[in-house]
């Protein structure tokens, strides 16, 4: 009888973890659906324009313990674009603050999503903070814009100083043991130092100091030539911490081609550092091949410089259009809409016409 009594004890003992197991799962399914349709939500009242709301929705869904970590950051994130978007800088500040300081070593923001403002503050605010040193194996480096030495259609070729700079780091960052530098945050470094971030306007050796204070291995410094329907482009890589010339080469070849000539010089750029990147990796990065795409993206590029946020918007369009394969370009462009609305004014009652692409 004991046994038996014991038996149906334990029997009982068991279906009650079961049921128990099952409810906890139930409730954080629960809190993930629940968590899940906040964000929805939050990010709804963004794309409609609301800046202001959704900037209180944001904030609370970061401080709110009980949100995942991912939702956290996220939240943060948007919290940053929507201040920007009210011109509210300080508060931009803070949610960037708090976005670097949720999950040590620190976050990167990509500033092919963000706004060019909160760009600078990201820049800024991680700066001031103790960035983690890098793998002893990893090399990092830092792409000047390239200048152009066009000797037909010189103003033609002039926003490819822009892209092709661009597109190299986009091709070289396929490699496992490179880290690039941003190109935006290379143009933040140009006007912390009150330098014209026009291509050639920097000497090498300010160069050299500016990869230094970047904690860049290397600058690379490229050339663009055009002879009728040739083209040469050339690279120069120098060692920051020597002035040590790396690689001095070039490529040529039909201008149609550039995507091909590109690859081909990140690849002796790859390799004069030492790194194992391979043909297959560098073209695999290469986002378009359409040299149309190609100049309206550069295009856009140069007009961001210049703070004509409309304009660089419609041309970032233009460079989709001509090729709908070309996501970046597309991505560029939605990322301007917070800066867009507060250029129209629309965004002075926290609300503006709409945050999304059409």
Do not use: C
């Not at 933040?188 to 130092?193: D, S």
């Not at 809409?337 to 999304?356: E, F, H, I, L």
């Amino acid at each position: 009888m004991e046994d038996m009594l014991n038996g149906t004890w334990n029997a009982r003992v068991r279906t009650l973890r079961r049921y128990a197991l099952w409810m906890s799962a139930l409730m954080l399914l629960t809190v993930a659906v629940a968590q899940a349709q906040t964000m929805d939500e939050a990010i709804a009242v963004y794309n409609n324009g609301e800046y202001a709301k959704a900037s209180e929705l944001f904030t609370a869904l970061a401080k709110d313990e009980v949100q995942t970590l991912d939702t956290r950051k996220e939240a943060l994130m948007y919290a940053g674009r929507a201040a920007i978007a009210q011109s509210e800088m300080d508060k931009a500040r803070q949610a960037v603050t708090d976005l670097l300081e949720l999950q040590p070593p620190l976050i990167e923001l990509d500033p092919d999503v963000e706004a060019p403002p909160l760009m600078d503050i990201y820049y800024e605010v991680r700066g001031s903070m103790e960035v983690p040193k890098a793998d002893p194996g990893m090399h990092t480096l830092a792409v000047m814009d390239f200048r152009n030495y066009a000797f037909e259609d010189h103003d033609q070729w002039d926003p490819m100083q822009w892209g092709f700079s661009s597109m190299m780091i986009e091709q070289l960052s396929g490699a496992t043991d490179l880290k690039l530098v941003d190109r935006e945050n290379l143009q933040y470094v140009l006007k912390e130092l009150d330098l014209q971030s026009v291509p050639g306007r920097v000497d090498q050796d300010t160069a050299v100091r500016m990869g230094k204070l970047m904690g860049a291995h290397a600058m690379v410094f490229g050339g663009i030539y055009i002879m009728g329907k040739d083209m040469r482009l050339s690279a120069r890589v120098v060692k920051v911490e020597t002035g040590e010339i790396l690689l001095g080469e070039s490529v040529e070849g039909k201008y149609k081609d550039f995507a091909e000539l590109m690859e081909e010089l990140s690849l002796k750029v790859a390799r004069s550092v030492n790194s194992s990147l391979t043909q297959t990796e560098v073209g695999d990065r290469t986002e378009t091949r359409s040299l149309d795409a190609m100049r309206s993206y550069s295009e856009g590029l140069d007009l961001l410089e210049d703070g004509a946020y409309q304009e660089a918007y419609n041309k970032f369009m233009e460079a989709y259009d001509y090729d709908p394969s070309y996501t970046r370009a597309k991505v560029k462009a939605q990322s301007l809409m917070p800066v867009m609305a507060v250029s129209d004014g629309s965004s002075q009652d926290g609300k503006s016409s709409g945050g999304s692409l059409p």
